[in-house]
């Protein structure tokens, strides 16, 4: 992912970096603010309005009067990805240190490591993760993700910029916005 920071090249945005940053993290602070864990049902909704704000926010900032066009052409980039909570780990009492036998093979040594589900810890019906749950699954169950993107512009006045929207972490989930922008004249 493309840093939070300045870049290094020559472009200039079409706001200040840090008014970026504020209009990414409003935009996700607004979208998000009723969610305490990640519900998939919902993730269209809260990619739309992401962009929408964050759209709405650059249009406006940066065309100097309504009679005149946009100087800047946007395009935007959200991205929700859920927090990996293996279902074994999720669900059950930690594993025991007991080791499966020499002689396993590895679908069976997997299966023995894995403790059993008690009905203390069944997974909630709305998706979210039960007490229980959240205390086995801190430290672990993160998806890797990495995301490039390339153009070919106007280095000087066109430029993309990446966001992570660290708050929404402890919902059990990564935020990730880019916006890319490309001068008009």
């Known amino acids: 992912m493309a840093s939070e920071k300045a870049p290094a090249t020559t472009m200039t945005p079409p706001v200040p970096y840090s008014r970026l940053k504020q209009i990414a993290y409003d935009a996700c602070k607004t979208a998000l603010e009723k969610a305490d864990h990640y519900d998939h049902a919902k993730t269209e909704t809260w990619n739309t309005n992401i962009i929408n704000s964050i759209l709405r926010s650059l249009i406006s900032e940066t065309t100097p009067s309504p009679s005149t066009p946009p100087t800047y052409k946007y395009a935007v980039n959200s991205t929700i990805i859920q927090h990996l909570i293996p279902s074994a780990v999720s669900r059950a009492s930690p594993p025991t240190d007991s080791k499966p036998p020499a002689t396993a093979t590895p679908a069976e040594q997997s299966a023995s490591a894995s403790a059993s589900v008690s009905d203390g810890d069944a997974v ?3 998706g979210a993760p039960s007490a229980s749950q959240q205390t086995v699954s801190k430290g672990v169950g993160r998806r890797g993700m990495h995301s490039a993107t390339g153009a070919y512009w106007n280095n000087e006045k066109d430029g993309m910029w990446s ?17 890319i922008w490309i001068a008009v004249a």
């Open 163 to 179: 966001f992570k929207y660290e708050e929404a972490a402890g919902r059990g989930m990564d935020v990730v916005v880019s916006i």
């Open 124 to 126: 909630k019906g709305d």
